[in-house]
């Protein structure tokens, strides 16, 4: 089965573990550790692991301007240890490396076989430039040298002068009387706007003196009205309605001059021929006879409870409006009539 494996780095790495080794005089190397782990987070003790380090420039996809490879021992932690910069060289020169033109990102890659086929890999960048390689340059400085700041010189302060610098140390602290005074406000306040409208100068008198509304609206004319009803409704119409009085109208409806409306209005069933009182419809008690269902029952007369049809035989009271059962009702027993 293949195995995977990972490779931990120290969170201290950016600070402690790529550290300088600086001395008197500081060598061209940094310390690197890491922790090797399978697949299953078990530490890979005691093996020798293949690494390849590799200084890229820029980004973590930028040019590799130096490349070297080592091949550590683990320890019984999985702890390697190695140098960076004491490694075997296959691209370029350590020590030739410009910290100033960052930055930069190491690129590291293992096997943990111990070979050169390398499965592991990451990418971290230098958050601080190596200070002791790159003061290392201060070494070569000598005699006068001109510093130029390429941002500094878009600004205009990138043009500020001794000269510059003079005048302003040896400014007044207070006018001595001899200063030029800027005369080009207009300081008559006599034409000054009061706030007041009516105060404006050149302002017009009618709105027909606008260059703009030739033609401006004196009157108007609404087609879509004038072309309704409501058009000649008139003063006198309203003041007509406003005084008129309901009292005077009389009201004659010969299809109701035959009933006495101050009594109002009795009506019985036999006077309504033009419907048929043929279902009768109870919840039964238990044992429940003597029922009166509101009409005379026939011999084609159906009999139900709760949805079942009762035969002939258990019931009776044909000729009569009175039902009687020959068999035992129960309590919420539903009972339906149809004549």
């Known amino acids: 089965m293949k195995k995977r494996y990972f490779i931990f780095i120290f969170p201290t790495l950016l600070f402690i573990l790529f550290q300088l080794r600086v001395t008197a005089q500081a060598p061209a190397k940094m310390s690197y550790q890491a922790v090797i782990r399978d697949e299953n987070n078990n530490l890979v003790v005691n093996s020798e692991i293949g690494i390849q380090i590799s200084i890229l420039q820029a980004s973590e996809t930028g040019a590799v301007i130096y490349r070297e490879t080592h091949q550590p021992v683990s320890n019984e932690n999985g702890l390697v240890t190695l140098e960076i910069g004491n490694g075997i060289n296959t691209i370029g020169h350590f020590e030739s490396i410009d910290w100033a033109i960052g930055p930069f990102f190491l690129h590291t890659e293992a096997d943990p076989t111990g070979g050169f086929s390398y499965t592991i890999s990451g990418t971290s960048q230098f958050l601080s430039v190596p200070f002791a390689f790159h003061a290392k340059t201060a070494e070569n400085i000598s005699g006068a040298n001109t510093i130029i700041d390429s941002i500094l010189s878009n600004y205009l302060t990138g043009n500020i002068t001794a000269a510059d610098t003079s005048k302003w140390n040896n400014k007044m602290d207070s006018l001595t009387g001899n200063e030029s005074v800027f005369q080009g406000w207009d300081k008559n306040s006599i034409d000054d706007f009061s706030g ?3 105060d404006l100068k050149g302002k017009p008198t009618q709105i027909s ?6 033609g401006y609206l ?19 119409d309203t003041s007509a309605w406003n005084a008129a009085s309901i009292g005077s109208f009389a009201e004659t ?3 109701f001059t035959a009933w006495n409306k101050s ?9 309504v021929t033009d419907l048929s009182f043929d279902v009768f419809e109870k919840e039964l008690t238990d044992n429940e006879n003597n029922i009166d269902v509101g009409f005379n029952l026939v011999s084609t007369s159906e009999i139900f409870i709760n949805g079942t049809a009762l035969p002939s035989g258990e019931w009776s009271g044909i000729g009569s409006q ?10 919420y027993d539903k009972l339906k009539v149809k004549k």
Not at 209 to 214: G, K, L, R, S, V
Not at 322 to 331: D, E, V
């Open 196 to 198: 007041n409208y009516n």
């Open 209 to 214: 003196q606008f260059t703009n509304d030739a």
């Open 218 to 236: 004196n009157t108007e004319s609404d087609p879509v009205f004038n072309g309704s009803v409501a058009a000649g409704i008139t003063q006198a």
């Open 253 to 255: 409806d010969p299809a």
């Open 263 to 271: 009594s109002g209005i009795s009506i019985v069933k036999s006077q």
């Open 322 to 331: 009175i039902l009687n059962f020959s068999i035992q009702t129960k309590l």
